[in-house]
């Protein structure tokens, strides 16, 4: 097996990832020059939808202006940001459906969006070496496994990033696809069912939403597992 996985989480208060890091310590340096792989999500927190998460890739020399946070970003200018990124990135884009979501909890449903991610974004590039850079201070389960089918032509070294949508571009472009592109979903679902408002608050926990579930019911693309009061 050709793959190697190394760990360096920035969060070393996570003794999950200090574990990690201790038992695969390949520096990027000891692989040599590797390119990055940002990856981040949209949608583990709301009530109804897909968790959806992006892997981007930025070509040597490519610059965008006005990358950040999605989440700092009106949706305008997220919208107008997405065209821009899918034309010079290398990009992948990865679902997970609400029935998975309560099947299997919201965690290992985003680790499983990021892992379907990666695998469109690989079929795009024959790049070997590449360093995955994770929003947030946990490695997803699929980048530690050593013999995973999806690595077995690339050396690979992975690190967990707190705040990355604001630090790494790579990773400020993985949050704008995947918040667009749920987004976008949930304005589809608005028209299936109109009286709930997706197109508002794209399934998040809103006053308003709460309130349309009590009088309506749950739609069957809502997380039966998240619990409203």
Sequence with gaps: MSSFI???AKNKENSQTTLN??????SVKEMGKSVIVGIDEAGRGP???PVVAAAVILPEGVMIDGLNDSKKLSEKKRDELTPI?????IWGIGFVD??????????NAT???MERATDVLLQKTDIKNLHFMVDGNRIPTFLKEMDNPLFSQN??????IVKGDS?????????????????????????RYPLYGFEKHKGYGTADHIDKIKRYGYTPYHRLTFKID
């Design 155 to 160: 050396r690979i070294t992975v690190e967990a």
């Design 47 to 49: 009530l109804a939808g």
């Design 21 to 26: 890091n201790w038992r695969f310590n390949i």
């Design 167 to 191: 630090k790494i571009p790579e990773i400020m472009a993985a949050s704008i696809l995947a918040k667009t592109e749920r987004d976008k979903f949930m304005k589809l679902l608005s028209h």
């Design 6 to 8: 190394s760990v360096s």
């Design 85 to 89: 990124i899918k034309g010079k990135a």
């Design 111 to 113: 680790f499983l969006a």
């Design 98 to 107: 609400n029935k998975t979501i309560d099947s299997i909890n919201i965690l």
